[in-house]
């Protein structure tokens, strides 16, 4: 007998069997129980938790020659050519690879009217329903609205956002989860015994935390690790054929950081490069340790930790660091997460960020010293008004980019022109479409400026092109727009004292 991929050798083949989707089983089991059996279901959720193999036991629970039944009987010819994907009746096939109308067409509409050959129901499921096509969806819909009484309808999908919600609401939706951590564990250790074989918990664990909820991913990794190991899997095994160190290293490295001088934390950093640990895969560790920490904090229990087994080093972490401390830390990783692929340096920026994290305490000092002299400067900008009271926004705007040396500002905003409308808002323009530019390039800093004087204050910038001459030096005529001009247009042109041509607002 050819060898069978573990997946597909323990493939759940009974409601029983069925891991983590325990809300599923129960409302579907009770539809069978109730003769509710609706006629369009809408699997939902990620690739490899069991929306196919749900949809197959669903169809031997129907069409089971004993059924329908909570318990199809696994024996008679219709569990066994559902099983092997034989079945007449069960019609299960990829919407990639027929997508279009006509395939639709060929493959479903012309075919649903007539009666099963041999079961109860005539059973369509559909892998990827996503991939029809808008008219394929379409065809399908009168069918929908009005099927045959023999005739249901399984689509399952990884991205329901694509299906038209004229399809959707014509199904029962069914939403599946990610298995958690224990459930896998626990089905890989079971399937290990059935295989004869031996597994340490730990490695069992990582299989589990690596594969992150996808069950298919974990049994196909165990297949592979089998192969590898000499009857009994240790946590060794898993980390050479995966490479994930990352974890225990990620650890290690926080003791180091909790209890150890900054110094040796970087010597342990440049050790395990050598070893050829992923430091991005290291990084994204160390950074849900800190994230775990944080939530660790501010529950009672584990279930929203990524790893509920370091609860006796995330509580070393909350010992040492306030809330506020690992709130700063999580950004402050986060912040080097995101940098990581542009650098070069990959280590010093890990390092930078261990640097930080070592000297928490006096970075949240610097950072409050930093905020407060901003908030002096914004209480000392000197402001100049003119005669009725108003700000003077041209002399305060340049007095204030002159006092941080900001000279190359002061030159460009010399030759703007100021003007505030009815609502408040500020205009700055220029003719020269130089100066114009570089005001659009200093937006930021004369943004500051202005935000140091009043920080809601608005302001926009403007380009004022110059009238059209004729060659006496005439001013060109031109026709009046039948519409009329806006009130910031009429104030530039009172403002100013002359016409405003056109007007290009940033």
Not at 148 to 160: G, K, L, N, W
Not at 161 to 175: H, L, N
Not at 196 to 225: F, N, Y
Not at 416 to 438: H, Q
Request: aromatic content about 8%; proline content about 2%; hydrophobic content about 35%.
């Amino acid at each position: 007998m050819s060898y069978l991929a573990l997946a597909r050798k323990y493939r759940p083949q009974s409601f029983s069997e069925v891991v983590g989707q325990n809300h599923i089983v129960k409302t579907l089991s009770n539809a069978i129980k109730n003769s509710r059996i609706s006629h369009a279901y809408l699997f939902i959720g990620p690739r490899g938790i069991g929306k196919t193999s749900v949809a197959r036991i669903f169809s031997k629970s129907l069409n089971c020659a004993e059924g329908p039944t909570l318990e199809p009987c696994g024996m008679c010819e219709s569990c066994n050519s559902i099983r092997e994907g034989q079945n007449i009746d069960v019609i299960e096939f990829d919407a990639a690879s027929y997508r279009t109308v006509g395939e639709v067409q060929e493959k479903i509409i012309e075919n649903v009217h007539y009666k099963p050959v041999s079961a109860n129901y005539k059973i369509y499921i559909i892998d990827e329903v996503h991939m029809f096509s808008k008219h394929a969806f379409n065809s399908l819909l009168k069918t929908l609205e009005e099927p045959p009484p023999h005739v249901i309808f399984i689509f399952a999908t990884t991205e329901p956002q694509k299906i038209p919600e004229t399809i959707t609401s014509r199904c029962q939706r069914f939403v599946f989860q990610r298995i958690s951590l224990d459930d896998i564990k626990e089905r890989l250790e079971r399937i290990v015994e059935k295989e004869g074989k031996k597994i340490t918990e730990d490695a069992s664990l990582l299989i589990a935390k690596v594969s992150d909820g996808i069950m298919r991913d974990a049994e196909s990794l165990l297949d592979q690790i089998i192969s590898l190991s000499d009857g009994k899997i240790t946590l060794e095994d898993v980390e050479l054929l995966t490479g994930a160190k990352e974890e225990k290293v990620a650890n290690d490295l926080l003791k180091i950081v909790l209890e150890k001088p900054f110094i040796e934390s970087i010597e342990f950093l440049q050790n395990i490069e050598k070893e050829g640990v992923n430091l991005k895969n290291l990084l994204s560790r160390f950074t849900y340790l800190f994230r775990d920490a944080l939530i660790y904090k501010n529950t009672d229990g584990s279930d929203l930790l990524f790893n509920k087994y370091n609860e006796k080093l995330l509580k070393k972490v909350n010992d040492k660091y306030t809330e506020s401390n690992l709130t700063v830390i999580v950004d402050i990783l986060f912040e080097a997460l995101s940098s990581f692929r542009y650098q070069t340096e990959k280590r010093v920026l890990f390092e930078m960020a261990l640097y930080k994290i070592k000297n928490i305490n006096n970075l949240i000092k610097v950072d409050d010293m930093t905020q407060n002299d901003k908030l002096e400067s914004k209480a000392s900008a000197e402001i100049v008004k003119n005669d009725n009271g108003s700000i003077d926004w041209k002399k305060t705007i340049i007095k204030s980019a002159a006092s941080r040396s900001m000279d190359h500002v002061v030159s460009i905003l010399k030759k703007a022109r100021f003007a505030v409308n009815k609502k408040g808002i500020l205009y700055i323009a220029w003719k020269n479409d130089f100066y114009y530019k570089k005001g659009i390039g200093k937006k930021d800093k004369i943004g500051e400026i202005i935000d140091e004087v009043d920080s809601t204050q608005q302001f926009k910038l403007y380009k004022i092109k110059s009238e059209k001459k004729d060659n006496n030096g005439k001013k060109k005529s031109k026709k009046k727009k039948k519409t009329g001009l806006s009130e910031e247009v009429l104030k530039f042109k009172s403002e100013f004292n002359g016409s405003i041509i056109d007007i290009k607002e940033e």
